[in-house]
Structures are given as C-alpha cells and as structure tokens.
C-alpha cells in the first residue's frame, strides 16, 4: 500500500497515544469498530463542561497504517475547539488531509464514528450528573 | 557487522535468481538466439539440446521416470489449470467429480470453481487446525463420479506439508488421478512422483531460484498415462500440450535450478530451518501473545514462520518493519478487504487472521539478518500494542471476546 507522507509521518509519530480515566464524567470515551474487521478506535476526549471546549483527546488503535494516522489526526482537531466545531467534523475532512486511497476510506469513517461517540458519552454523563434523565443520548 | 537493509524475507512470494542460475541463462540471451523449434540450423539444435537438457534436470529433481513427462509452461498457475481443465475436458466421459482442499491456491480453488459453472461437481476437504487433510477424507470423499484430486505438497501461506505419499496411495488404489500443486514444497521437502504415486505435478522456477515466468507440468506417461487437453493451441509444441515457442533462457535457468536443488536442498533445507527456529525463538520468548499459525515441524516447510501478533494488526506491522519484507493474512493487504482464507479455513480467530504475519526464509538469508528481524519485530510489537486498545483491554483482565462489537 503507497501511503501519503502525511499518513505516514502521523503512523511513525502518532500523536496523543493514551488513556484517559473513563471514570471521569469530564471524559467522553468512544470504541468503534471490531477485532474481527481488523480495526478497534479508541478515542477519548476531555471537556470543560462550561465551555463545552476540548481539552484534552488521547486515542488508542488496533488497525492499519491509516486507522492510526486517522485517529492521530482527529485528536490533533478536536483539541482546542467547542463540541458543536467537533461534531461538524466530516470525515471527508480526514480523507483529504491525509490523502486516503479509495480503499482506507473506512478508517476515515471510523474516526468520525468514534469522536462522535465519545461526544454522546460525555453529554450521557453530563446529563447523568445534573439527574437529566432526558438527557441528549 | 552491519546487516544491510532491505532485508528479503518473502521467499514464498518469489525467491532471488541463484546467481550459477542466471550465469548458465545468459549465453541463450544473445549468443544462442535459437529458436528450440528449428529443425533446420544449428541454432535451433542447440537450443532444442539446451532445453532437452533442462527437461532431464527438472525430471531428476522430482523422480519423474522419463524426462518426457515433463511440460514447460509459464509458470505454475498455468500448469494447475492445465492440469486441472486437462483432466477435466479429457475424461468428462468418466465422471464430473474433483476433490480439493480449501487451503488450496487461487490458481486451483478459481479453476475448480470455473469448472463448477459448467457441470462439474467440487468437494473441498476441510482442513485440521494445522492445515493438514489426511489419506482417510479423500477415500472417503472420492464416488465412483471422481475423475481427479487435486492438493498441494505445501502451502504458500502457512507452510504446512500435507501427506502426499498416502493421499497417492489412496487415488492410485482407487484409479483416480492425482495432481499435485508442488510448487512451494519441491526443494525444500521431500518430493518424488513415482514414491508418492504423484500423476500430475505443477512447480514453478521463481520459488526455487530460478526465473520468473517459467514452470513446469509433469504428466505421468505410463501406468497410469495421463492424457489432457490442452489449453493453449497453436504450434503444437510440448507435444501438442502446450503450444507456444519456448521461453529458452528461462528453461535453461529452471533446469539449472532444479540440479542445484537436486544436489544441495538437503543441507539448503537444514540451515534454513535453522534460521527459521531461530527467529521463531527469539520472537515466542520476548513476546506474549503469539501464535503459530500451522503445523509443527516435521510437517511444516523448513522457512515458514507464520505468526499471529495479538492486538496488532497485519499492515500496521507491515509498516512498523518497512526495511523488511514480509506479507500478511490482514485484510487491508488484500484487494478483497477479507483476511486470509487459509487461516479462516483453519478456524483461526479473525481478528488473528489480521494479525498475521508470514515471514519465509530461504537459503539466501543471514543469522545476521534473523537476529535484526528479530530484536525490530520485538521492538515494534511492543510499540504497537503500546497504542492498542485491545492490548489495554487484554492488561485490565478484560475478555475481548465478551464485548459485543459493532460491526461496521
């Protein structure tokens, strides 16, 4: 597989590779994907819950070369920026970044499954915390 | 010392020339142009007594009675499919029944299937978890509908050597032809068509140290005579098997190949399997979690080494050790987006599948370069699994298995 340099040099030097203490209700955790289809996302952020910014993201990726440039990628983004930005992510924003062929586009997808799931959990958890039980799944 | 990079580790993909082997083709490049067809100059008889030559050594290697048996073709896809629509077209009048195994290569599985599509009927064996079928599935498989049986010598991906001689003495006491795809076992274990009562053999030059695009056929010619029809027609070459001018060169380099193997696979054979017990080693004792894929020695091939390393994927593994060259049963080396059907048609686990590595030595290889694989493989496993969440997951004491994954 001709991988882009960018996809690459995300692969060699990934960055925030790690855990975040799930136990948090200021952490959203998103697992996406399956053993058995080659690819497991995990990707965590941390959030100011009056803000609503990203403070901190961390990933871990079992799958290929672009599945972990993908998530390395998408942790770089959200950091900084308000749940409402991050949830206008697309992952054709992914694809064109890092110049996935055809056949990696799924890795793309993944990553944009599993930062919008780690969203829902952090909004799980804050409605869970303010006893909102209509809160936004 | 310094090993130097890339190091070639993918012999069961295609193996280097043996240099004495591009040294006894080079002649027939430009100072013997002739054509082995030509009955009328000097050209033509010197090609002809170069190929007959090359016939005689390929013969020899395989235990084949007569150098007449043996056909050239392109390579050892074509001879498959000769063998296998051959038979098929030839004796439709006796039966439509074809056993195989499904570990099989493409070039015998796909041709088995064509063959389905047009009124053949095809038991796939299953294999055991080691790869292997036994003499006992194929007498029970074969009816009296069974023209042909068709199973490797060795399989490409996980190197595992199926019991030819017991299968031939099954199908030669059953009167059904065998055939048997030699390709990645001739040279490197035990192979002898009259011992193993072996009717039809493919083997190819390019997993031998020979050239690329050149292979053979052995057909048996008596007791019993193994008749075909052929593929290709035209000039009636290979007598009228295989029509087509002789690649010359190339089956002086194959020929010349199959004497080397002749008289040095024993001893080849044996430091290859060395080096092979040698990485397998180091690997099983620095890491957890590994897994052989395929049969125990002795029925493995002496350079296979195909592991699964949990938690971390095929093709991430790939690029992690770039300066190597290895293959994976992951799906993302595949066009099919499936991983490798061997180890699925084994029972491995998918998502080992994906985490498969095949490593394949051959004579050419270093301890130096076993020692570097080795420690980097170690190294980047460890970096990998470093950035998995199923690694995490498997350290927290947390059954993967249990998790309902979505699919996706």
Known sequence: MAYSDKVIEHYEKPRNVGTLDKEDDTVGTGLVGAPACGDVMRLQIQVDPETEVVKDAKFKTFGCGSAIASSSLVTEWVKGRTLDEVMALKNSQ????LNLPPVKIHCSVLAEDAVKSAIADFRRKQAERRGDKAGSE | MTTNLPIYMDNAATTPLDPRVLDAMLPYFVDKPGNAASRSHSFGW????????ARKQVARLIGASSEKEIVFTSGATESDNLAIKGVAGFYKSKGNHIITCKTEHKAVLDTCKRLERTGYEVTYLQPDAQGRVTAEQVRDAITDKTILVTLMLANNEIGTVHPIGEIGAVTRERGVIFHCDAVQGVGKVEFDVEAMKVDLASISAHKMHGPKGVGALYVRRSRPRVRLVAEIDGGGHERGVRSGTLNVPAIVGFGKACELAYDEWR?????VHALRERLRKYLFEHLEEVHLNGADDPNRLPGNLNISFSFV????????IKDVA???GSACTSASLEPSYVLRALGVDEELAHSSIRFSLSKFNTEDEVDYVGKLVVEQCQRLRDMSPLYEMHKEGIDIKSIEWAAH
């Open chain 1, 94 to 97: 992914i694809v064109e970044e």
């Open chain 2, 46 to 53: 010197e090609a002809e007594a170069a190929v007959e030559n």
């Open chain 2, 267 to 271: 001893e080849d054979a044996k430091r």
């Open chain 2, 313 to 320: 994927e095929g093709e991430a593994m790939l690029m992690a």
């Open chain 2, 326 to 328: 290895v293959s994976s």
